[in-house]
Nanobody
Framework: QVQLVESGGGLVQAGGSLRLSCAASGGILGIYAMGWFRQAPGKEREFVSGITYGGTIYYEDSVKGRFTISRDNAKKTVYLQMNSLKPEDTAVYYC?????????????????WGQGTQVTVSS
C-alpha cells in the first residue's frame, strides 16, 4: 500500500516561491508516472503537472515557465517548484501516483493520492 504525504505549502505573497514535496512510503514510485493536481474552492480538481519515470514532463498552460516538476526515485519523492506565484494559484495541491507508466492527464488515471497541502497566494 503506497502512502503519499505532501509538504511545503503555505502562505506567500504574489511573485513569491514555494517548493512542494511528495514523499512516498509503503511502496516505491517505481516506473509509475507521478502528477500534481490542485483544487480551488468551488472548482474541479485540475491537473497541473506530471512526470514519467523516463523524465517526460507535462505542464498545464497556466503554469508553464513558472513551475518545475522533478522526481528522485531513490528518495521516493516528487517535487514541484513554484515560482512567480499568482493569486489564482491558490488551491489545495495534491500529488498522486498514476495507475501505469504513461502520463495521466485526468484524476481517473491516478490511484494513490496524498492528503493535500494548502497553497495561498496573497495579492
Amino acid at each position: 500500500q503506497v502512502q503519499l504525504v505532501e509538504s511545503g505549502g503555505g502562505l506567500v505573497q504574489a511573485g513569491g516561491s514555494l517548493r512542494l514535496s511528495c514523499a512516498a512510503s509503503g511502496g516505491i514510485l517505481g516506473i509509475y508516472a507521478m502528477g500534481w493536481f490542485r483544487q480551488a474552492p468551488g472548482k474541479e480538481r485540475e491537473f497541473v503537472s506530471g512526470i514519467t519515470y523516463g523524465g517526460t514532463i507535462y505542464y498545464e498552460d497556466s503554469v508553464k515557465g513558472r513551475f518545475t516538476i522533478s522526481r528522485d526515485n531513490a528518495k521516493k519523492t516528487v517535487y514541484l517548484q513554484m515560482n512567480s506565484l499568482k493569486p489564482e494559484d491558490t488551491a489545495v495541491y495534491y500529488c498522486a501516483r498514476a495507475r501505469n507508466p504513461a502520463m495521466g492527464y485526468t484524476a481517473a488515471s491516478y490511484d494513490y493520492w496524498g492528503q493535500g497541502t494548502q497553497v495561498t497566494v496573497s495579492s
